[in-house]
Structures are given as C-alpha cells and as structure tokens.
C-alpha cells in the first residue's frame, strides 16, 4: 500500500474540520475526493501532502511513519505564482526546489510545457496567463520531479471544456505512472478518470470504494415499467415495491424489495392485462448515488 491514513482528524479551535478519516491508496492507483464545500476535501488533501500537521490520527507513505514529500506532487485549487517569473523560470524554481538533477531539469522542463500545452508560452510572464493556463503551469510543476503520488485539489476547475478533456486524458496516463488523489465537485471527471471514490461530508467518510459498487448498492432493483394501458393505484398494494414514480399514467420508475420481485411483477401485470411496452433496468449515475448518500 502506498499510502494509508488512520483516525485522521484534524481540529481549529473547537471546529473538526476532518473527523477520523480511514483512507487507503495503492500504486498506480486514481482515487476520488467527493463532497460538499466544507467536507473537509481541502484539510485532508494537506495533511496527506505534508503541508499540514494532523491533529491525531497516523499517516504511512511507503510503509513509513514520516510523509516524505520528495515523493509527493502537490497542486492546490488556487496556485500561487510569481508574476515576473516566466513559464520555463517558474518550472526551473520548482524543479530545484523539488531536487531534480541539474542534468535532468532542462529536459523536464520541455516535457512538462510540452504537457501543459504551453510550449508557445514559455518566455511569456505569469502574470499575464489566463486562469487556465496558470492551473495548467500549476499542474506542470507538481509533476516536475515525478513523484509517486500526485495530490490534486479541484484540477480542473479552471479549464474550458477542451482543457478539462485533455487534462483527464493526462491523468488517465499518468495513473499508469503514478498514484493520484484528487479533489473535484464535477461527479463526471471521476467517473472518466478514477478507480476508487471517497465520499466526505462534514469531515467524515461517507463511502469508500469501487464506483461500480456504489451504483450497485445506490441503485439496485430499480425498474422503468411503460404499458399500452394506464397502470392504476394496484401498484400501492404490493408488498415487494419499496418506492413508485410515475411520470405518466401508463409510465412508472419502481424500486423493488429484491431482485425476484421483478418477476411477480410481471406476473402480477399480465394477470392485469397490462401490455407491457417497455421493461428495464434502471441505470444509476455516479451523481444519483452521491445525492442518494449525501441525503442521508
């Protein structure tokens, strides 16, 4: 295991901002980091990147106590620069700092604008980029010394639609490098990029695990019925039907007790002389699960 946090809790005041937090992350692995402004998303991101000392709780990287943060890139959600710096000046402050080799730096460099897509703008002062090409900058510099696990807070924020693409096709390569942690309130990049989700709100965990089985454990034994004929109220007398939504008369979205209500509810429809024109599985997205969660 690469990293793993224990009853990490961290407190301001009388204010617990992140609440014995469990977390687990494997080489090469995507992770998630889901929830609500004031989840605690932020606070957890520092305490695992060094940068911000836990009120109790333990910390392993690499099987040791001591976060070695040579071994860990970091990009907050709101990069601070040097406006006189240019580009390339920037990624030669950060790579020193971050200890690549003299011999490997300039290469790295070229790399990493060739990455960050700013290649034509390397000579250009910070302080005149756009936001999104600041994050990209950011995103440059937290990869510059290849660490083994790339911490990410809201990425993507920043980014046109295009960018925002490119960027989680990057990471989906980089995961092949690198473990990755990452913090977004856009539910679709982590379905594109991540492997496993953790689910916070008010500074605890709500779910950890494979997205495929929240959707499972969210979403099973829903069903869309649409028939020919109206479907009446019989449906509310039914023991094996949890929940009903109809969004027409001759159309409903059933949440059945268990899997083999499905075919007493075919039966007991055919012994209506329903004609049944459409019967399904209703798929779950990783959004309705999380509302699903987040409400409870």
Known sequence: ???????????????????????????????????PNGAGKTTTLQMLAGLLTPTSGRIRFSGKENIDRRFIGYLPQYPAFFPWMSAKEYLQFAGRVSGVPKKELQGKIEEMLSFAGLEDAKNKRIGGFSGGMK?????????IHEPKLLILDEPVSALDPSGRRDVLEMMNELK???????????????????????????????WFGNLMDLRKRQGENRVMLEAKEEIGKWLETKSYVAE??????????????????????????MEKGLTITHFSEKGRSLEDAYLELMEQ
């Open 244 to 269: 009903r939504s109809f969004s027409s008369p001759r159309a409903v979205e059933l949440k059945l007790q268990n899997s083999e209500s499905r075919n007493q509810l075919l039966s007991d429809c």
């Open 176 to 206: 092949k490098k690198m473990a990755i942690l990452f913090s977004t309130h856009v539910l679709h990049d982590a379905e594109q990029v991540c492997d496993e989700i953790v689910m916070l709100k008010n500074g605890k965990v709500k």
């Open 1 to 35: 295991m690469l990293l793993t946090a224990e009853n990490l809790t961290k407190k301001f005041g009388m204010y617990t901002a992140v609440d014995q937090l469990d977390l687990a992350i494997k080489d090469n692995e995507c992770v998630a980091l889901l929830g």
């Open 135 to 143: 994050q990209r900058l950011g995103l440059a510099q937290a990869m």
